[in-house]
Every structure is written in C-alpha cells, then in structure tokens.
C-alpha cells in the first residue's frame, strides 16, 4: 500500500517535471528570437500582424526616444517621425534609420458626428471639443503644421482643445465620444472604423508622414534579432502588414 | 498689365536678399504657392509636348514651364522639412486636356488667375515683410504670365486688378489634380 502510494506520487512529480521541461524547451527558442520593439503608437496593429512574437512597447515616439536615451531595453525603433529617430542616430545610440512607411494625417469624428462638422472648416466657427497630440509627439506636431498650411491654426485657440501624448489616446477620445473631433492619422482610423467616421483633410496641406526604423545600439542589445526584424519590416512581409494597415510605403529598394 | 508686373518684379527683386521667415500661418500662401505652381509647371510641360498646339506655342510654353520651374524650387526650398515630393502626393493633368489647344490654353489660364488670386491674397495676410515680398514676386509673375496666356488664346490682356481669393477656395480647385501614392 505504502509502496503503491509512493509510486503514485513519484509519477505525478516525474509527469510534472517533464513538463517543467517541455514548457522550458518550448518558452527557449522563442525568448532567444523575440526583440524588443519601441514602436510609434500607431503602429500598435500593424507590427504585432507582421511579427507576433515580438516584445513591443507602443507610446509617443518622442517618449521612446528619451526611454532609450535613459537605457531602456530596446532592441529596435520605430518613430512616426524622423526627428526621433534621426537624434538617436545623431548620439550614437541607433544605427542609421530606414524610412518604411507614410501616413495621412485626418480628422476623426465620433460615430453619428455630433458635432455636426463636414469638414475641418466648421472648426473656424468655435465651441467644439477637439483632442490633439502634445507638441513634442509626432502626431501634434503634424496636426498643428497641417492646420497652418491651412490658414487654421486659431481653431486651437477657438474651441476647447484636450492634449494627448500619443495617437492612441486621441483616437480613444473620439471613439469614447468625449471630443467632438481629433486630429489623427487615417490607419488610426482604420483601427476604430466602427465607432468613428472619418473626414479627409486636403493633400495639398498634408504634411510629409515618414516612418523611420532603427537598430537600437547598448550593451546586451540582441543586434542579430533585431536585424532580422528590420529585413522583416522593409521586406514584403512587413511591406504586406502595413499596406493592410492602411500605411502608404516608400519605393522598395 | 505686363508692364506694371514687370516694375512690381524689379521692384520686389531686391527684397529677395531677405530670406524669408513665414511667421504663423504665412507658410499657407507658401505651401499652397508650391503645391499650384508644381500642377501649373505640370501643365506647361505637358503642354510644351502637346500635339495640339504648334511650333510656337509650345515654344511659350516652355519658356512658362522653366519660368514656373524656378519660382517653384524658390518655394518649395522654403518649406524645409515639409517640401513637397513624389511621395506625398503626384501631379495628374487630365489627358484630354492636354489633346485640346482650347482646354489647355483655358486651363492654363485658370491656373494663373488662381494663383494671382491667392498671392494677391498672400500680399495682404503675412506677417513677415520678406515672405510678402516674396509673396509679391510671385503675384506679379502670375500676372505676367497670364497676359501671356490671355495674348495665346486670342483675348487682348485684361487691365483689371487679379481678383483676391481664399486659401480655402483655391486649395480646393488645385485639390483635384492631386494624388496620394498607396492611399
């Protein structure tokens, strides 16, 4: 009895030790390839459907750049501008950035348009509740150069205006129905297309939306996974994930 | 009207020592100022090609297209990090506006009231001195070229002022002969 109760015990022990160890094996590989990504919040689809396995960490690009700037454990970056991207290189702490996708910048509006606005002129009017991107994140930097190529920069002084520090927050705003109106990109757009509609700005105004990537340089940084994952992102697989995101590419090489 | 273009250009020629500074929303009559003249500069090459006009007048309109060519590179180096290239948007002029004397004659005009309507507009908005100089540069090579134009399509030249208009309005009219690459 005693022995039988001791062989019992031995196999569940000897079962779930195997597979302590078929889960290490199978956890092994996956930790060694995946890198960690520091992306631009708008890329918050479109890289997971290209790569999966990947460690991301979506926000404002400009907050990354100074994460990594301060040592953060990032393997790559991909800014939704170059200046990000550029200044990083400029310190030494990036290799040189590949520009690999293009965006539109549009106005967001909530599902059923409560504010009433047809396009970005009924703005001009003041009384609306709008949410823009702070001015150091790409996004706010974007809109508030589009709305002064346009002759509209007032509309930021004649309507309430809620400042968010990265795209993701302003699309959240619209979709929540707590703006009127936002000022994002149209892949953003694409994301929430069930609860927002969106309103075209003119081409002529746009401002140039250039997606720059790089390999992060610091101690410990997996450069091998990281290159791989930059082969991925310019190659047809990252080419095919951000055309079905709705990003506009730049000429393959 | 030639005339007074010609003295208004020699007049604001040298204000262009005096780099411009756009202060505020003075960059839209010079971001909409490059975005017109590139589809005007695509309409004169075009036109300089066309089978429907003769030896002479694709002769003007060349000199038009290297004419509109530098007043559009002046520009465009204004905007910095935000000058226009292929891949922000492409330039397409209808095909069969170009296999018409009369529709690219009238086109051609158009384009140059608008942007004569827009710099005159621009003359009145900016803040700083040198972008309306500039401003002014522009507005009277518009003018010029349009009686250049009014002359090729058989009108004596018009002595009326060219008439203000919006940013707005003329974006939207210039809008249509623009497309995104892979939207």
Redesign the interface.
């Known amino acids: 009895m005693m022995k039988r109760r001791f062989n019992r015990s031995s196999s569940r022990r000897l079962v779930a030790l195997l597979g302590l160890v078929v889960a290490l094996c199978l956890a092994a590989p996956a930790a060694a390839s995946a890198v960690t990504v520091y992306a631009a919040a708008s890329l918050r689809e479109a890289l997971p459907e290209m790569a999966p396995a990947q460690t991301y960490n979506f926000a404002g690009s400009n907050a990354l750049q100074l994460q990594i700037e301060r040592g953060a454990p990032a393997d790559v970056f991909a800014s939704a501008a170059p200046e990000e991207a550029q200044a990083l290189f400029q310190e030494g702490l990036c290799s040189r950035p590949v520009t690999f996708a293009t965006n539109v910048v549009v106005m967001l509006v909530p599902k059923g348009n409560p504010g009433h606005l047809k396009s970005v002129y009924g703005l001009r009017q003041g009384g609306h509740t709008i949410a823009i991107g702070t001015p150091g994140v790409p996004i706010g930097g974007y809109t508030r150069e589009l709305l002064a190529r346009m002759r509209l920069s007032s509309i930021l002084t004649n309507n309430t205006v809620t400042l968010e520090k990265d795209v993701a927050g302003i699309t959240s705003k619209v979709a929540l129905g707590a703006v009127e109106a936002g000022f994002a990109y149209v892949t953003d757009g694409r994301i929430v297309a069930g609860r927002v509609e969106i309103i075209r700005l003119p081409r002529w105004a746009q401002p140039p939306v250039r997606y720059q990537a790089c390999i992060v340089h610091r101690p410990g940084a997996d450069a091998a996974g990281a290159k791989k994952f930059m082969e991925a992102l310019t190659g047809s697989r990252g080419r095919t994930a951000l055309k079905k995101g709705g990003f506009g590419l730049p000429p393959s090489a | 009207m030639a005339l007074i273009a010609m003295a208004m250009v020699s007049s604001s020629a040298s204000a262009q020592q005096y780099r411009p500074a756009p202060q505020?929303?003075d960059?839209?009559y010079l971001?909409?100022g490059a975005?017109?003249e590139l589809v005007t500069l695509e309409l004169y090459r075009g036109a300089a090609h066309s089978k429907a006009l003769d030896a002479n007048e694709k002769q003007t309109f060349k000199r038009l297209a290297d004419q509109t060519a530098k007043g559009w590179l002046k520009l465009n180096s204004l905007l910095g990090?935000?000058?226009i290239?292929r891949?922000?948007?492409t330039v397409k002029i209808p095909a069969g506006v170009l296999r018409s004397r009369a529709k690219t004659v009238a086109l051609a005009v158009r384009f140059e009231k608008l942007l004569a309507g827009l710099y005159l507009g621009g003359v009145e908005?900016t803040i700083d001195p040198p972008t309306r100089l500039l401003i002014g540069h522009h507005l009277a090579m518009s003018t010029r070229d349009l009686a250049v134009l009014q002359n090729l399509g058989g009108d004596a030249p018009k002595l009326r002022a060219p008439k203000q208009l919006s940013?707005?309005y003329v974006?939207?009219q210039?809008?249509r002969y623009?497309?995104?690459?892979?939207?």
Do not use: C, Y
């Not at chain 2, 623009?178 to 939207?183: N, Q, R, T």
């Open positions: 505020g929303d960059i839209a971001q909409l975005v017109s990090e935000g000058a290239s891949e922000i948007f908005s940013v707005e974006g939207e210039f809008e623009l497309a995104i690459p892979g939207a």
